[in-house]
């Protein structure tokens, strides 16, 4: 009967240790996959085309200054924060391509892109090498915190 009481509390030691140890890896493999996503970064032509981008297909109903109008949200300062950071860039993208709303996804790749650029750097990132154009490259970008 002892040998039957240390065989289980050996049992239940291992089965904490395997718990212990898989919680551990799960951490360390989600760690390791957001070290390995790289800061969003736009070139200062791109931003600076997204300037005039942005005042001919959005500031109608998001403001001039990306401050959002009646049901338009901001794209600036702690919605955008709360929104956006720490995420990754092609959650924003989505939003910004169901646009205009009178014509969702009517702009080139390039446009769409330069925009993104000129948010981006109207919330204060930084630039650097410019967004890639193709959608689906930005899901390995991050908007930093």
């Not at 996959?33 to 297909?57: K, P, R, V």
């Not at 300062?77 to 996804?105: C, E, I, Q, T």
Request: hydrophobic letters at 40%; aromatic letters at 6%; charged letters at 15%.
């Amino acid at each position: 009967m002892k040998a039957d009481i240390h065989m289980g509390e050996k049992t239940m030691a291992s089965r904490r240790q395997s718990s212990l140890l898989l919680v551990l890896m799960l951490i360390l493999t989600h760690w390791y996959s957001q070290s390995l996503a790289e800061t969003a970064s736009y070139s200062s032509a791109q931003a600076q085309a997204g300037t005039q981008d942005y005042a001919t297909y959005c500031a109608a109903c998001h403001g001039s200054e990306l401050q959002g109008i009646q049901l338009a949200p901001p794209l600036v300062g702690s919605r955008f924060d709360h929104s956006w950071r720490d995420k990754s860039l092609d959650g924003l993208s989505f939003h910004v391509r169901r646009m205009p709303v009178a014509a969702p996804g009517s702009l080139s790749d390039e446009i769409y892109t330069n925009i993104l650029a000129h948010i981006l750097k109207y919330n204060g990132l930084e630039g650097g090498e410019p967004l890639p154009v193709q959608p689906n490259a930005l899901n390995s970008l991050t908007i930093p915190g």
